[in-house]
């Protein structure tokens, strides 16, 4: 297996802007683009003319929002003629970013993401469906449907009863509360107010459901950008590079009621058993996680998928955590930072551009610059890891950042 | 607007449930993949193909959907989940149909792990102007009102002389509204003509045990097609793949009738005929009447029909192979008379009444009555049953009494009470139920009648074969009519299932 191959010429970020996430009625997406790139390259000392290629995402734009095809709108916008590529997520964006860089063709581009939901509010679910499954769509299922069925099917796996079931119900209306905790502190985030467990148990005894209103991501509108360049470049824009140690992708059906696990994500564990090789590091090394919680099971369920907690455990872990939360997970007795910025529950979650989100949350973060939120611990924080999600687990991107290049 | 490629796509792979088994390591999909994504390359030509159509299923996992998608938004709430095929070989997902989902509270641990089948039927809204959009991944418990049955492909044991009925089906939902002690049934949201046709072809495949690609031809009268243009015929022959299958295609001929509630009837004697002549090859035809019967809501013009109508699809197959009942002979008459029309474009039928009775109904079914027992030389003691159409109760009765038959020779087809007017399958859901019971060398009358007008006498004489085949259909029509798991439904509620998606 060739670990290595990140190993050298690393590419490092030099800079991350992005806009609130929210409803953004009167703003054309391309709008949204540009306020995040200002922010980045205002940061970065760079005009738009030092970018040799734009790597740009979004999820469903071109079907929301109807706007051409998105290279040709940004170019002329922004009068850019460079090479530009269009992905459904940011992490893939990012990932053909850092291929190019490493590969030595550029030495500095931009990685952006937008999405712009709220304008088709009215259909956005059904959209979703379709796009993320077709088959489970014509057979009836929901944005939420796979959810709750993923919980069901855990609680059975492990047989979770009687009182542990409470505790992982409770625990469950506890990610959301800390992540709403979390938000509080993010300047742009699309929920800056607390919750309550009582409130997220109301909103499921509601719906009817395990999974309630306070259980799930909402529909936003934002967008991101990152600055991504080689060493050598970065060093010259920034005394605070931050390393991508590894980034790494994997795949799974479709269609979540035909794949073999029903309890957890294979792409999931794939991509993070890879990109902790790459790495050269194990999940104790990690300490800072934005995870990909399109619902608050998906939270739980990434902290055993990605190596955190053992297969059917991670409730217990959070539960424990949470009972006097401190701003951290506490995991086998080491400190796990985990949704700072609040998670797709609270910050938002505009597809394309969400994982840029999680990106700018480390990067901010292991630059010590997250301000209110920054995280707070005896120990040096060094590492901090993405995972990012297409379609319920279709596709997973995990990518590890440090302060330094091991 | 409707993909027409796309939906022929997901229709011909969804409506029967197809996929392939991988020859070489057992895997299932479903989906009509030409390799095994674990054999890969060797495996190319070792895909057989199989169907879950006719199968059990497992409902795995399942919770509740109380906020659609907007296609599935006049569903209201329903459950949706997981459903397992071969031991777990293959899952899909699916949505349990025919449950009516108020406030009660659903314990679905006690569903999952409950076995289901698989039923064909509508899958979401769509435009008026739209494809209409079917599937069978919706399901109902098997335990419930709809059992799972086999269907075993027998080798034909007899060779009759005379043409005559060898399977038949009588389908309806397990909705009714019950008035002024009368019942009468209601579709669910997802069942019109067409779900109604198919399952109760199912049903007739099911009880004849008839090899599906020996059926050559297949009729279907409806007088409440959701289209205008567009065969329900078509479904059929595709869903329960009639004749032999070739690139997607079914040799069969397919066709639709229309007559009022005459529709199939009429075509029993051409069924017969064709299954007859020795130069046609052909060894079955099957003949179904569906309807979703139409009528305005009862404070409007036509809406009279409120009180009546009902829904069921009647299917019969006919051969000249392990026949339960010959058909003996045959009259049919016909006259322009405008006692009930719809007018092209038009929701529901109109009837003004001045016909309805005397000039339109009495006279036909007594012509027709008459002169076929004449031309046969029958007497009314020679008939062990008779069978009107049966729009009302007081009509049939009226009419059985005037020709001089008694309460044994015509209360056992009459289920009008139990069903409502199901149109084109009234009378063939009389004729099934009579089979239903009749001993062999019984005698039926049959007479239908569509308006228009006119109608159709048959004479079926039962062999011994009929008692043979009886236990291999649980859907008889006592069964539906007495099932413990009928659910009633109230005025508002009716409309509502009976308009649709």
């Known amino acids: 297996m060739r670990v290595h191959y990140l190993a050298s010429n690393r590419p490092v970020i030099v800079a991350a802007g992005r806009t609130c996430f929210g409803e953004h009625y009167d703003k054309q997406p391309e709008w949204l683009m540009e306020e995040a790139w200002l922010r980045a390259s205002e940061e970065a000392c760079i005009e738009r003319k030092d970018l040799e290629a734009c790597f740009i995402s979004d999820y469903f734009l071109l079907l929301t929002n109807k706007l051409g095809l998105e290279e040709g709108f940004l170019s002329e916008l922004t009068e850019l003629h460079v090479p530009m590529d269009f992905t459904r997520s940011f992490s893939s964006a990012f990932s053909n970013a850092c291929n190019a860089i490493q590969s030595g063709k550029y030495d500095l581009v931009l990685i952006g993401g937008m999405e712009k939901m709220t304008d088709r509010l009215a259909k956005i679910r059904d959209d979703l469906m379709a796009l993320g499954d077709p088959w489970s769509y014509y057979a009836g299922g929901t944005p939420e449907a796979n959810h709750e069925l993923m919980l069901r099917a855990y609680v059975k796996k492990y047989r979770i009863e009687g009182d542990d079931f409470e505790k992982l119900n409770l625990a469950l209306a506890q990610i959301s509360v800390k992540n709403h905790l979390h938000a509080l502190k993010n300047e742009y985030a699309q929920f800056r107010r607390k919750i309550t467990v009582e409130q997220v148990l109301e909103a499921r005894k509601s719906a009817k459901r395990l999974l309630g209103m306070y259980d799930f991501a909402p529909i936003s509108d934002g967008a991101t950008a990152v600055i991504l360049a080689s060493e050598e470049v970065g060093k010259k824009l920034t005394d605070k590079p931050i390393y991508v140690l590894s980034s790494a992708s994997a795949t799974d059906y479709l269609s979540y009621p035909a794949r073999s696990e029903l309890t957890g994500f294979i792409s999931v564990r794939l991509a993070a058993k890879r990109a902790m090789e790459i790495a050269g590091l194990s999940p104790m090394d990690i300490q800072l996680l934005e995870v990909y919680d399109q619902s608050t099971l998906l939270e739980m369920i990434a902290l055993e998928d990605m190596g955190f907690c053992e297969h059917g455990t991670a409730w217990k872990a959070i539960y424990d955590s949470c009972l006097n939360y401190k701003g951290y997970y506490e995991i086998n007795g080491r400190k796990l930072f985990v949704n700072l910025n609040g998670g797709l529950k609270a910050d938002g979650n505009p597809l394309g551009a969400t994982g840029g989100a999680q990106i700018f949350e480390v990067f901010k973060q292991l630059r010590g610059e997250a301000g209110e939120r920054q995280a707070k611990s005896d120990e040096e924080i060094r590492y901090g890891c993405v995972l990012e999600l297409e379609g319920f687990g279709t596709k997973a991107h995990v990518h590890i950042f440090g302060r330094e290049s091991p | 607007m409707s993909s027409e490629p796309i939906e022929r796509r997901i229709s011909y792979l969804g409506d029967r449930l197809r996929g392939r088994r991988c020859l070489i390591c057992g895997k299932e999909y479903f989906d009509l993949r030409d390799y095994c994504g674990n054999c890969g390359r060797k495996s190319f030509g070792k895909m057989a193909d199989i169907d879950f159509f006719f ?341 049939p009765v009226k009419i059985a009494r005037e020709l001089g038959f008694k309460e044994e020779q015509y209360l056992p087809g009459l289920q009008f009470g139990r069903f409502g007017n199901t149109y084109s399958g009234s009378s063939p859901l009389g004729l099934a139920a009579v089979l239903d019971i009749a001993k062999p060398y019984e005698r039926i009358l049959l007479v239908s009648y569509g308006s228009g007008a006119g109608s159709d006498a048959y004479c079926f004489m039962t062999t011994s074969q009929i008692l043979e085949k009886r236990d291999r259909q649980k859907m008889t029509v006592r069964y539906q009519a007495e099932n413990p798991h009928i659910k009633y439904v109230d005025y508002y509620t009716y409309r509502r299932l009976k308009i649709g998606l």
């Open chain 2, 55 to 395: 199968e059990k299923g497992k409902l795995e996992l399942c919770t509740l959907v109380n906020e659609p998608t907007n296609k599935f938004r006049k569903f209201g709430s329903y459950v949706y989940g997981i459903v397992s095929f071969h031991d777990g070989r293959v899952r899909v997902p699916g949505r349990i149909t025919d449950m009516l989902i108020e406030d009660e509270e659903i314990d679905y641990s006690a569903l999952e792990g409950k076995e289901v089948v698989p039923r064909f039927r509508r899958r979401y809204s769509v435009g008026k102007s739209d494809i209409i959009p079917t599937i069978s991944l919706a399901f109902t418990f098997a335990d419930e009102y709809y059992p799972h049955q086999e269907y075993v492909i027998l080798k034909p044991k007899k060779e009759y002389e005379t043409p005559g009925i060898v399977g038949y089906g009588f389908y309806t939902s397990r909705f009714r509204i019950k008035e002024d002690g009368l019942e009468r049934a209601v579709p669910f949201i997802d069942e019109d003509a067409i779900t109604a046709a198919v399952e109760a072809g199912k049903l007739a495949l099911i009880h004849s045990g008839v090899d599906h690609s020996l059926i050559g031809k297949v009729y279907v009268g409806s007088e409440s097609n959701p289209y205008a243009v567009k065969p329900i015929a078509s479904k059929v022959a595709q869903v329960l793949m009639l004749g032999e299958e070739d690139e997607g295609v079914q040799g069969v001929d397919a066709i639709d009738t229309e007559f009022a509630c005459k529709a199939a009837t009429s075509m029993f004697k051409d069924a017969v005929a064709l299954v007859n002549y020795p130069k046609m090859g052909i060894q079955y035809a099957m003949v179904i009447g569906a309807d979703n019967s139409q009528a305005a809501p009862r404070d409007c013009p036509g809406g009279e029909l409120d009180f009546f109508v009902g829904f069921g699809g009647c299917a019969y197959i006919f051969g000249k192979t392990d026949v339960i009942a010959e058909v003996e002979g045959w009259f049919s008459c016909t006259s322009d008379t405008p006692d009930f029309w719809r007018r092209d474009g038009e929701p529901y039928p109109m009837h003004g009444g001045r016909f309805t009775g005397d000039p339109a109904y009495f006279k036909h079914i007594r012509k027709a009555a008459k002169k076929l027992m004449e031309k046969m030389n029958l007497k009314v003691s020679d008939i062990n049953y008779f069978v009107p159409h049966q729009p009302n109760i007081p009509f």
